[in-house]
């Protein structure tokens, strides 16, 4: 005789599960979600919250695996929810942080969908939007391989980033076919030879992977191939992608820059409000 996996009790022959149990942690998940959000946004007495979260986690069959589960998918909601407009207030920011603390969840949790860094960042765009420099206590793993100067402050750091530069090259095309006149013994020359056209071909070149970082007045990378400092008042043209952005500055010879594997829609705004500061 089975046991049903969510109350333990006999479930019948061959059978795993109640129906009606099933049901009811099916049903006590989407509540459960609902209810943190709700509370969040709401502005609701967080003891009474986690009371009631208790209740619905015995009642449902929830584990404290599903507990710490949902009250992430919870986070990562409200978050996208607040930043639907591309701001995140001062009283939007305090709501989710009052929750994240009274709840005890570690950034490793909160981060695990990226929603965490999302609202850093969008806390950073905000103080910089309003004409004030970010004062930030950016840890990394490492010491940064950068000198920045005195009169900058470090804004965020991207890891692993793949560093691109557009290379052009020469072919010749056409000039394939022809007749072929004898010269002297063993040379030919080819009447057609020399109709074939040089055509430059350009293309992005990869050249290493490395940590990028942002201050308020440049663009910093460093790699095993390649170091560079990219003043953002020498650079006329910003192009975001969805996970890196285009660098193009100012000069004859400058080549066009792609970085990879960075939040092209952050790093674009950093750029463009900072250059204005």
Request: hydrophobic residues 35%; aromatic residues 10%; glycine residues 8%.
């Amino acid at each position: 005789m089975g046991k049903c996996i969510f109350c333990g009790e006999k479930a019948g022959f061959l059978k795993k599960k109640h129906k009606e149990c099933e049901l009811k942690f099916n049903e006590g998940q989407l509540k459960y979600v609902e209810l943190v959000k709700s509370s969040i946004l709401g502005n609701r007495d967080l003891q009474e919250l986690s009371e009631d979260l208790l209740s619905l986690k015995q009642s449902s069959f929830l584990s404290d695996v599903h507990h710490i589960n949902l009250l992430t998918d919870a986070f990562d909601q409200v978050v996208s929810k607040v930043l639907e407009d591309g701001m995140l207030s001062v009283a939007e920011e305090e709501k989710i942080t009052r929750f994240c603390d009274f709840m005890q969840l570690g950034q490793d949790s909160l981060d695990k969908n990226g929603s965490y860094q999302k609202l850093g960042m969008a806390a950073i765009l905000r103080e910089i939007t309003e004409g004030r420099i970010p004062q930030l206590n950016i840890r990394t793993d490492s010491p940064l391989p950068f000198l920045f100067q005195k009169s900058e402050t470090l804004i965020w750091v991207f890891p692993q980033v793949e560093y691109y530069e557009q290379r052009t090259r020469t072919e010749y095309q056409g000039g394939s076919h022809g007749v072929s006149i004898k010269v002297a013994r063993g040379v030919y020359y080819r009447t057609s030879a020399f109709k074939g056209k040089p055509v430059q071909i350009s293309e992005m070149k990869y050249i290493g992977t490395g940590l990028l970082a942002l201050t308020t007045k440049h663009v910093y990378f460093g790699s095993p191939e390649k170091k560079l400092k990219i003043p953002y008042n020498k650079l006329i043209s910003i192009e975001p992608y969805e996970d890196g952005i285009g660098l193009h500055k100012d000069g004859v010879s400058a080549k066009h820059q792609v970085f990879k594997n960075i939040d092209g829609w952050f790093t674009h705004n950093v750029i463009a409000n900072l250059n204005q500061l």
